[in-house]
C-alpha cells in the first residue's frame, strides 16, 4: 500500500499516525508531500517515517499533479488545516485515489486564526463544506468535533475518531508511589500566545498562583510576557522528548483554557498535551471544555472543573496519590501503537474492491 501524507505544515500528529502506520503495517510505503518545513525542521524528528518528501513549494496546484502521476499513492491522507490541499486533491485525484479528509480543527468554529500553520485561503466555509463532503473517509480528533461535521455536512460512510494519541517510544519511566507536593506542582506546557484567544492563558495563571498552588510553565516557543507573571515559574523551551522526560517531576497536567472567543473550538479538541501529561504518568485538570471534561471523568484521569477559582478546593479533596496510580496504570492504552490498526482498517475499507452484485 503507497499512502501520501498532505498537509502544508506537517505537526506531531501527523509523525505520531505515521509511527502507527509503520508498526501496523511494515510493507506501507509512505511519503509527504508539504509546504513551509518538514517534519524535523517543524518538530525535531519524523522526517526518517517516510520514504519520500515533496516540497509543494508556494503553488500546489502546479506541483501536486506531479507529486500523484510521479509516486502514484493508492490513498492520500490529507490534514487540516487550511482545507485547501484536501480540496485540491480530491479534484485532481478525480475519484481514482481515495482521499481522507483528517480534521485537526474547524476553523469556522474559531473566532481567531489557527496560528500554527499556514491561513486558510478563499471561503474558508466553502473549502470546509467541499473537503468533508467530497473526501472518501473523514477523521477527527474527538466524538464532539465528529458530532458538529454531521451537524453540518454530509459525512461520507466511513468515518474515524482517532484522538492524538502519545507515542509508546516516549513514554518516560514514572513512579507509581509518587508523593504529591505541598502544594501540589502543576505543569503546563505548550503554547501560549497574547492575542486574547484560547492560549492566552495569563488571567488563567494568575487565578491559579493566587490559590497558592505551583506552577511551572514549559512553553513551547518563548512569549516574554508569561515571565513578567508573579508566582509562575517559566522555563526555556526544551526538545519534546526532553520535555516528556521532565513531566514526571509535577503531580499534575493542566489543560485548561480562555473560552472566551473560541469555546466552540475546545468543546471539540483532545489536545496533543492530553496525552502527553497522561503518558507521563500525570493526572489532567481542565475546565468545562466539552470532550476534555468528559474525557477526564469518563475515565477517572483528574480534575474538571467548573471555574478556575475552584482549583484549590478541588486539588484539596482529591486523592492524588490514587489518581497518579490509575493513570500509571492505563497509560499504555494512549498511545499510538497501541491505536494505530484503527486507521490501516479504515484504508483497507476505503482500497477494498466493492462487492460483485448479486446474480
Known amino acids: 500500500m503507497r499512502v501520501l501524507f498532505l498537509q502544508q505544515q506537517p505537526c506531531g500528529r501527523a509523525r505520531k499516525i505515521?509511527?502507527?502506520?509503520?508498526?501496523?503495517?511494515?510493507?506501507?510505503?509512505?511519503?509527504?508531500?508539504?509546504?513551509?518545513?518538514?517534519?524535523?525542521?517543524?518538530?525535531?524528528?519524523g522526517d526518517e517515517l517516510f520514504d519520500a518528501w515533496f516540497d509543494l513549494e508556494e503553488e500546489p496546484e502546479r506541483t501536486l499533479p506531479a507529486v500523484l502521476a510521479g509516486w502514484a499513492p493508492d490513498l492520500v491522507h490529507s490534514h487540516n488545516l487550511p482545507d485547501s490541499l484536501t480540496v485540491l486533491a480530491l479534484r485532481l485525484a478525480d475519484a481514482r485515489v481515495p482521499v481522507v479528509h483528517d480534521v485537526h480543527d474547524l476553523q469556522s468554529l474559531r473566532r481567531t486564526p489557527y496560528e500554527n500553520g499556514f491561513p486558510q485561503p478563499g471561503d474558508a466555509l466553502a473549502l470546509e463544506r467541499a473537503a468533508v463532503e467530497g473526501a472518501g473517509a473523514v477523521v477527527t480528533v474527538s466524538d464532539e468535533l465528529l458530532e458538529v461535521l454531521a451537524s453540518r455536512y454530509r459525512l461520507p460512510p466511513a468515518t474515524l475518531v482517532f484522538p492524538n494519541y502519545a507515542v509508546r517510544a516516549d513514554l518516560p519511566p514514572v513512579v507509581e508511589e509518587h508523593l504529591p507536593g505541598d502544594p501540589p506542582r502543576l505543569v503546563y506546557q505548550g503554547t501560549l500566545s497574547t492575542n486574547g484567544g484560547h492560549y492566552d492563558l495569563r488571567e488563567i495563571f494568575r487565578t491559579i498562583v493566587a490559590q497558592g498552588v505551583s506552577l511551572d510553565v514549559h512553553p513551547s516557543r518563548v512569549v516574554p510576557e508569561y515571565g513578567e507573571l508573579p508566582g509562575v515559574t517559566v522555563h526555556d523551551p526544551v526538545e519534546p522528548g526532553e520535555l516528556m522526560r521532565i513531566l514526571p517531576r509535577y503531580d499534575l497536567g493542566w489543560a485548561g483554557f480562555d473560552a472566551s472567543l473560541n469555546a466552540a473550538h475546545l468543546d471539540t479538541a483532545l489536545p496533543n498535551k492530553l496525552f502527553e501529561y497522561l503518558s507521563s504518568g500525570l493526572p489532567v485538570v481542565t475546565l468545562q471544555h466539552r470532550a476534555l471534561r468528559r474525557f477526564v471523568r469518563e475515565r477517572g484521569l483528574g480534575v474538571a472543573l467548573d471555574r478556575v477559582e475552584d482549583l484549590g478546593d478541588a486539588l484539596a479533596r482529591a486523592d492524588l496519590g490514587a489518581l497518579r496510580r490509575r493513570v500509571a496504570g492505563v497509560r499504555g492504552s494512549f498511545t499510538i501503537e497501541a491505536n494505530g490498526r484503527a486507521v490501516v482498517r479504515l484504508y483497507d475499507d476505503l482500497l477494498a474492491p466493492p462487492l460483485a452484485a448479486e446474480r
Not at 505515521?18 to 518538530?43: C, D, H, S, V
Open 18 to 45: 505515521a509511527i502507527g502506520l509503520r508498526a501496523a503495517l511494515p510493507n506501507l510505503e509512505l511519503a509527504f508531500a508539504y509546504q513551509g518545513r518538514t517534519l524535523t525542521e517543524f518538530y525535531g524528528s
